[in-house]
């Protein structure tokens, strides 16, 4: 496929004119919101031409293991965009979350989250001004998914974070944030603990950041970052953070401006752009017509902007705030069971107030069209001038304590070019002894360089050593120790120099 940028629009075109999008109506309440907002749209006059197609519980019963038929993704391919209603994930059958089966099939690397107050909708933060748009990296980290049992009673995720992801969202933060005609950009990050992963984003952002001096670029500890936003929400622009820090953060975010019933998002690609609401599927709600629609009718307003409709998105976002602000029809979870109206009515309320001016107050932005960039499709972005192996890391299950085990290491490497330099245990160094009251676990890290402490280490040698260590002691996992550039690349325990 080619690339966005390069095509110049990130939607398709039917024979008509009109913009193609697929719709998937989605399990539980998604079918109601998915009405309500097409109502919307179709009364706004949105030029789109939409294809239906299947995703979720129904295509599991099938017997489909990912969720997403081959019909259903040849659609997305061709239209490039879909609006989504939220699809049950299904628990203990072996089948994958058809929501992440479409996110990485598509590479929908961004996920963002605008945080808006709402006219209308009261919360401990109204009138506050909070307005904000988070930007999740949203395929990488540990939500690669990629875990294992190292010994019955230890447990290990990877966290992945590429220069390539970490370009890909940071150009498209302060891409957004010139096309939203905001000012400021916060990388939030663990930088300050996860050298190599966080600090990957944040060295990225703190170069990118020069390509745009229009805007004011800020790093923030991931954790000040959490807090700040509850102090002083309004205070913050865009922020840009890696995918497991943004789950937790953009939902934080939709808490500020009054919950999931009013938190629209949309997951970007260079491909492909999947819009959808926050919340699932509801599934107590389902059927009934009592779910609040707003979430996804202002994802939709992401979605019209994201096809170069602004004048539709805005007539339809002023629309929605007119609806909230005059408060005379809404949902239960606004005004509860006793005296709300149904998805319906709130729906039709909206396409009455199409054409409204937006209420007092309402801040509309002048939005442009978002700049996607391309990154080179080689899988090696970044190229050392120099890379060389320096040692090894072997992890070991073990039952014995750290001083016979690292004696025993010891004594194996007698004869051979490498030696024992440590023993950590979740982390932390415990051989050679130290102080540190540990409390361990019976899965060792053992690392070892090579004897004159900065020769390069040839790979017979490496081998020699994994065989001797292996006849006597069970391995897990093996990590190669290496320098890029003269640079270690590898972290060293806690208690060593
Ligand atoms: P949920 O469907 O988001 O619902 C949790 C609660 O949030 C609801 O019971 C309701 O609270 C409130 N809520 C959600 N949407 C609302 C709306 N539009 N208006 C008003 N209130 C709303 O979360 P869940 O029950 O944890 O998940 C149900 C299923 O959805 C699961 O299978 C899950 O995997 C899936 N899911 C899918 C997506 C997606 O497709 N992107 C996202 C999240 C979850 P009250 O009970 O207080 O009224």
Known sequence: MTDAGARGKPYTVGPNGKKLVTVIPGDGVGPEIVRATRRVLEAAGAPIEWEERLAGAAVFKAGLASGVPPETIESIRKTRVVLKGPLETPVGFGEKSANVTLRKLFETFANIRPVKELPGVRTPFSGRGVDLVIVRENVEDVYAGIEYLETPGVAEALKIVTRKGCEKIVRLSFELARAEGRKKVHCATKS??????????????????????????????????????????????????????????SDEGSALVGGLGFAPSANLGNHVSIFEAVHGSAPKYAGKNVINPTALILTAVLLLRHLEEFEIATKVENAVVSTLAEGKVSTRDVVGDAIAASTTDFAEAVVQNLGKAPPKGWHVRDYRALKFHSVPATPALVVAKSQRTVGVDIFLESSLDSKRLGEALVELTKGTSLSLHG??????????????????????QCRFFAKDGKGEVSEPALLELFQKVGAHHRWIGLERLQEFDGQPAFTRPQGED
């Not at 970052?225 to 943004?246: R, S, W, Y």
């Not at 023993?423 to 009251?437: E, H, L």
Request: with cysteine; proline share 5%.
């Open 423 to 444: 023993i950590s245990n979740r982390g932390t160094r415990v051989f050679p002894p130290s102080d540190a009251m540990l409390d361990v676990v019976d899965h060792w």
């Open 192 to 249: 300050n603990i996860l050298k190599f992963t966080e600090g990957l984003l944040k060295r990225t952002f703190e170069e990118i950041a020069k390509e745009y001096p229009d805007i004011e670029a800020n790093h923030i500890i991931i954790d000040n970052c959490a807090h700040q936003l509850v102090k002083a929400p309004e205070q913050f622009d865009v922020i840009v953070t890696t995918n497991m820090n943004g789950d937790i953060l």
